[in-house]
């Protein structure tokens, strides 16, 4: 492995053209000895002449010379501006983020918005998880999470962002859609849109139901809030979801209202390592996070 302070040797030359001129032009103190040798084992390991004199203190690249010049050059004359942007946190790259369908939809667009204002220069990847998965974040595949978590383990740390609140959802043409507070026990018997078994918002469906004495019969499962919102709209039956706007959600066919038996509140988070490398990206976008 060829040491880079020895292609660096070389760039000085071949740029001011001799050995004593590169010594002076380094950016930190070396002498013209040093310099030569730096170059002179260059060639030893190459098996290659870079340069050839064509006049005192005054070096001019060979073939080879010129082939390597082009490769290394483009490195050293970034590397000032690179080290600066470095230094100060100021430097593009990726953020990865994971994050709930309905909040990908109703909370990230604006939150990107004021993180890019701040770091035009980052690169975002949102993806929609359809259920939470702290793995994600721990392999690396995902810098933040966001959605309603539970409970977090010690080595994750969040942040609120905001509250998703309980609301049932029932076809606009339904009975009750015309009282303006319907309990939620009035639709025993009623067809019920659940989320697909086996994730958090089925099992917070699931216990919203018993507290209510009420057991529905099943008539179809979704993924998703939007999803289970067209089916409700179509007549399907009416459901329970958890939803961003405290006015609940707003769709053609479909009637909502608060679980006004008492409120029903899931925090939502962005959750992160706590070991993460400092990250200028992720700083920038929790300090553009909506306020909780």
Known sequence: ????????????????????????????????????????????????????RVGKDKMRLTAAGER???????????LPSVVRAVKAGDYGGTLVIHAAPMLVRNVMPKWLERMLARKPEARIELLE??????ARLRDG?????????????????????????????????????????????????????SYTPGGVAYELQTRALAEHGLTPREVVTASTADSILA????????????????????????ASFPIWEREVRFPYVAAWRKDTPENPLLDALLESAPKA
Do not use: C, N
């Not at 507070?181 to 018997?189: I, R, T, W």
């Not at 089916?231 to 066919?253: E, M, N, T």
């Open 129 to 134: 998880m359809r259920q939470t998965d702290l």
């Open 1 to 52: 492995m060829i040491q880079l302070h020895r292609f660096e040797g070389f760039y000085w030359v071949a740029k001011v053209g001799g050995y004593a001129r590169a010594a002076r032009a380094f950016p930190y103190p070396i002498t013209q000895p040093a310099v030569h040798q730096q170059v002179s084992k260059l060639e030893a390991e190459l098996g290659q002449e870079l340069f050839e």
């Open 141 to 193: 595949a995902a810098d933040v999470l966001v959605d309603y978590l539970p409970q977090w383990p010690d080595d994750v740390a969040t942040m609120e962002i905001g509250a998703l609140r309980g609301f049932v959802v029932l076809p606009s043409k339904h009975p009750l859609a015309r009282k303006s507070k319907p309990s939620l026990a009035q639709l025993a018997g009623a067809d019920f849109i």
């Open 68 to 78: 390597l010049f082009r490769f290394v050059a483009p490195f050293f004359e970034g």
């Open 231 to 254: 089916l409700v709209a179509q007549g399907l039956g009416f459901s329970l979801i958890p939803w961003h706007d405290s006015a609940g959600p707003k769709l053609a066919g479909v």
